[in-house]
């Protein structure tokens, strides 16, 4: 049995055929199909983080909302961009939103992809240190974040506070115990996977990745998968980790799904740069009639090594066929691949 998510961009823009003409349709509508998704029995809500793009960017007012308005399926980020973060201050959102959550809260975290400017994280008002690159910078950012979950105390109290203070260091607040087993790295390669295991983050892996050996994209990916579950058994973390993989996913069931995704039926892996000189390989779409469907997500190795699928889905067509697209999956195809 795998858990069944789904992974929104939120694009939005004034486009006749969208749904999501604003950013408070896209909000909006992020929250109603959380809610319709935990009523049809997905397990997971997640949300991309793009800045400067009419996209969702800013996680945590949109979690903490979904996370009010349901009780059960679990509400993550796929991913942050560390390199814009202030790992503390990130800290007090999470343990807000993971409270009012009541502990539902899976973020993925990571160095980020590229963005729609130069160096954007710069406009945030951060550098990366002497001898760092950005990508460094990220890393070492989530770290921080990561280890501060603890709820360690570190911080020296004032003699003459407003308020008492309890005994010893302070730790950031609001603590919620049980989150930092609930954060994930995306890992666009096999290092950082390795690193993501030896660290005791859970793994996410998405649609593409670093193109180190020329096979197929799924191969690779289960490659990655493999080389995390061995890094985090070598570092002897106590708990099993949680790996999930993306994938664009579309069951052909009436004439609309024909109209929207039929041509992506025998679709390819895809070649090109994810940084500059450096080889990419995206993953392929599935799109087909269920049975067909079935035949060839038994195929994909990656999905066989992790416990979480994502779905990634069309935002911009509105809510409602979004849940059909969902529940086809559930019906028609997640049966057929013991996923249910």
């Not at 509400?75 to 539902?104: C, F, K, Q, W």
């Not at 996977?193 to 983050?201: F, L, S, V």
């Not at 995206?282 to 269920?290: I, K, L, N, Q, V």
Request: proline share 6%; charged share 25%; net charge negative.
């Amino acid at each position: 049995m795998k858990k069944i998510g789904f992974l929104s961009f939120g694009h939005w823009a004034n486009h006749p055929a969208y749904s999501t003409k604003t950013a408070g349709d896209t909000l909006l509508q992020s929250i109603d199909l959380a809610v319709a998704a935990e009523e049809l029995g997905i397990d997971g809500a997640y949300f991309r983080v793009h800045h400067f793009a009419r996209q969702l960017a800013s996680p945590f007012p949109l979690l903490a909302a979904i996370g009010a308005k349901t009780s059960k399926i679990e509400i993550g980020t796929g991913v942050i961009d560390m390199r814009y973060e202030n790992p503390l201050y990130m800290v007090e959102d999470a343990g807000a939103a993971d409270l009012i959550s009541r502990g539902r809260l899976q973020l993925g975290i990571s160095r980020g992809s590229p963005e729609q400017v130069i160096d954007g994280w710069r406009h945030f008002g951060y550098e990366p240190a002497a001898g760092e690159t950005d990508a460094d910078m990220g890393r070492r950012k989530g770290l921080e974040f990561f280890e501060q979950l603890k709820g360690k105390g570190f911080a020296e109290p004032n003699p003459n506070p407003m308020f008492p203070n309890p005994p010893g260091l302070l730790r950031l607040e609001p603590f919620s115990p049980g989150l930092q087993d609930r954060i994930w790295w995306g890992s666009g390669s096999d290092a950082t996977a390795i690193w993501a295991g030896k660290t005791g983050m859970n793994l996410q892996s998405s649609t593409l990745k670093f193109d180190e050996s020329g096979k197929p994209f799924h191969i690779q990916q289960a490659k990655q998968i493999r080389l995390f579950k061995q890094a985090w058994k070598e570092a002897g973390h106590q708990r099993e980790p949680r790996v999930s993989v993306s994938r664009s996913i579309f069951a052909l069931v009436n004439d609309q799904d024909r109209h929207y995704f039929g041509q992506q039926s025998g679709s390819k892996d895809q070649i090109g740069t994810l940084e500059a000189d450096r080889r990419a390989i995206f993953g392929r779409s599935y799109a087909a009639e269920p049975d067909q469907l079935i035949k060839e997500l038994a195929q994909d190795e990656a999905i066989r090594e992790a416990d979480t699928v994502l779905l990634t889905i069309p935002n911009t067509l509105g809510v409602d066929y979004n849940v059909h697209v969902l529940s086809s999956i559930l019906e028609h195809v997640a049966p057929g691949l013991g996923w249910r």
